[in-house]
């Protein structure tokens, strides 16, 4: 079973918050995770990327995944409004398979 | 850094038509994909190919085809457009080192009349 979900959105905040955007996974055998932007009628650009569980960091983002729970997150601190976009969070498909499974995507909205 | 471009960033065609989507990759990557995405049903993957001449069936292969006759462009085929391939088209790549670490094309929105 290969399946990702995550809450649509939209999602609105005021400029500086801190944006908190989730996933979770069904499928235990997931070692990849991660986290497009896709501003729009534009393609998805990577943004983060991680093995396994922990924390990564890259400037104001940073990813979380808790293989425990099966969760992972995308945090992203003193947000901007150029940070509006629709957010992707991505797993592989286990079983060695070349395939991404992807979430359907969470709108974000940053009010200046 | 990675550049995946696409042929065409707009296109309109007829029911019936045969339609060329062209993609190339100027970081020698080995994978490459082509994925629809459509509102509420997120990236769907219809091909990719591990190498030249190779491909493999994603999700939704029906009423595609690809070619791959160079290692850095990969060609979608729609045989004979329909109504429902309306849609915004993503080509990717990825190298066999970064197997996950696919990097997007700007996508061709196709519609069909």
């Known amino acids: 079973q290969k399946e990702v979900e995550q809450d649509p959105g939209p999602l609105s905040v005021p400029e500086g918050a801190i944006v908190s955007l989730n996933c979770t996974y069904s499928n235990s055998a997931f070692q990849y995770f991660m986290w497009y932007r896709q501003y729009s009628r534009k393609g998805p650009e990577l943004l983060m990327y991680t093995y396994s569980s922990g924390n990564k960091e890259d400037g104001r983002f940073t990813a979380q995944v808790d293989k425990s729970s099966k969760y992972i997150s995308l945090f992203i601190r003193d947000s901007q409004p150029s940070d509006s976009a629709t957010y992707l969070c991505a797993t592989d498909s286990g079983a060695g398979s070349y395939q991404l499974t992807f979430g359907k995507g969470t709108k974000l909205s940053v009010i200046p | 850094d990675v550049k995946v471009t696409q042929s065409s960033r707009y296109l309109v065609k007829r029911t019936g038509e045969k339609v060329f989507l062209e993609c190339v990759q100027d970081m020698d990557h080995e994978n490459m994909f082509w994925y629809r995405q459509d509102p509420g049903l997120g990236l769907r993957l219809i091909y990719f190919s591990y190498d030249v001449k190779m491909k493999e069936k994603g999700d939704i292969p029906e009423g595609y085809s690809v070619s791959r006759e160079k290692k850095e462009r990969f060609s979608l085929i729609l045989e004979s457009a329909s109504t429902n391939q309306t849609s915004m088209y993503l080509c990717?790549?990825?190298?066999?080192?970064?197997?996950?670490?696919?990097?997007f094309g700007p996508g061709t929105r196709l519609t069909v009349t």
């Open positions: 990717a790549s990825s190298s066999w080192t970064g197997l996950y670490e696919q990097y």
